[in-house]
């Protein structure tokens, strides 16, 4: 079955740059999404990733795929506090409907 | 554009009584998805329509849960009689088409508390 794994929390300084880790299971995932939940709201897509690709960059976000190792990376270059929130990992075959991971919580201190 | 409109945002009613939350998917979205999202299971995903019709309610927890969606612009999650146990947050979701091809966009949620 499909399974998404994240870690549960991080912390890090402002102006640090934050790595999220995610493992997935499913060898046959087309689509790789990160999602991010601010307090009090839903699920925002940030990005997301193909699966014939390694890396994605968007502004300070960094997405890094290892298909061999089926580990996906969020990179938040120059943390904010803005960026506090839940991230959440998801991936798809294509065929089904999206599977998310149970989110991590990233944490930003001064 | 307007997004994923969910309402209440905020509901508290005594276990027993019935409960209904209701959305409104993006215009031209024709799939929707129901998710419940608590501290100890995370998200989970209660059903799924597409083009109205319910494809998967293998997540819908127990006979007193039951969605329904009448036309490509309104879907409601109903729950009767209700119980504590069914307090979360309760997000809807829409998307283009519903085989994870295209990512979803999710409502504000209903933050569901029952005494």
């Known amino acids: 079955g499909e399974d998404v794994e994240q870690s549960l929390f991080l912390s890090v300084r402002e102006g640090d740059s934050s790595v999220i880790n995610c493992t997935y299971t499913?060898?046959?995932?087309?689509?790789l999404y990160w999602y991010k939940q601010e307090p009090g709201a839903g699920l925002q897509l940030l990005t997301y990733i193909f699966s014939n690709m390694d890396m994605k960059q968007d502004q300070r976000l960094t997405v890094l795929l290892n298909k061999k190792d089926k580990h996906l990376s969020l990179r938040i270059a120059d943390t904010q506090t803005g960026d506090s929130a839940i991230y959440f990992c998801?991936?798809?075959?294509?065929?089904?409907?999206?599977?998310f991971g149970r989110g991590t919580s990233l944490i930003v201190h001064p | 554009d307007a997004g994923v409109i969910q309402s209440p945002r905020h509901e508290v009613t005594e276990m027993g009584q019935e409960v209904t939350l209701r959305c409104k998917p993006i215009?031209?979205?024709?799939?929707l998805f129901w998710y419940r999202q608590t501290m100890m299971r995370g998200l989970e995903l209660l059903i799924y329509f597409n083009n109205n019709v319910p494809i998967d309610d293998s997540g819908m927890p127990e006979d007193r849960f039951s969605a329904k969606m009448p036309n490509a612009s309104f879907s409601t999650l109903k729950i009767q009689p209700s119980e504590p146990r069914d307090s979360a947050v309760y997000f809807c979701?829409?998307?283009?088409?519903?085989?994870?091809?295209?990512?979803?966009?999710f409502g504000d949620g209903t933050r569901l508390s029952i005494l």
């Open positions: 979701a829409s998307s283009l088409a519903g085989d994870g091809n295209q990512p979803q966009h």
């Open positions: 998801a991936e798809s075959t294509g065929s089904y409907i999206p599977t």
């Open positions: 215009s031209g979205h024709n799939s």
């Open positions: 499913d060898s046959s995932s087309t689509y």
